[in-house]
Nanobody, 120 residues
Framework: QVQLVESGGGLVQPGGSLRLSCAASGSAFSIRAMGWYRQAPGKERELVAAITNSDNTNYADSVKGRFTISRDSAKNTVYLQMNSLKSEDTGVYYC??????????????WGQGTQVTVSS
């Protein structure tokens, strides 16, 4: 069974920074890509940033230049450094890991979500 443990959300003032972490664990777990999605109240979940196992990255236009995604492959952990936060960054942030166990079918795994609130 694959488990994702997220941490790092909270309340921050506009212009501030936060760092999210997500650690994945599971037997014989092979990761293809890791990423972060967010969902604001009344809106659909959207991709924020993703990184592949070859370190290719992809960002939503709204966060380019402010957010940085990185990973520690030895720890199966993905990070999201968020700088210059804006009120519109507020939402629940979900960790996503795409991978497989025991060379079975590749599936998407989701974290429980962590709240990020940007407000003065």
């Amino acid at each position: 069974q694959v488990q994702l443990v997220e941490s790092g959300g909270g309340l921050v003032q506009p212009g501030g920074s936060l760092r999210l972490s997500c650690a994945a664990s599971g037997s014989a777990f092979s990761i293809r890509a890791m990423g972060w999605y967010r969902q604001a109240p009344g809106k659909e979940r959207e991709l924020v940033a993703a990184i592949t196992n070859s370190d290719n990255t992809n960002y939503a236009d709204s966060v380019k230049g402010r957010f940085t995604i990185s990973r520690d492959s030895a720890k199966n952990t993905v990070y999201l450094q968020m700088n210059s936060l804006k009120s519109e960054d507020t939402g629940v942030y979900y960790c996503n890991v795409r991978g497989s166990q025991y060379f079975r079918k590749v599936v998407d795994y989701w974290g429980q979500g962590t709240q990020v609130t940007v407000s003065s």
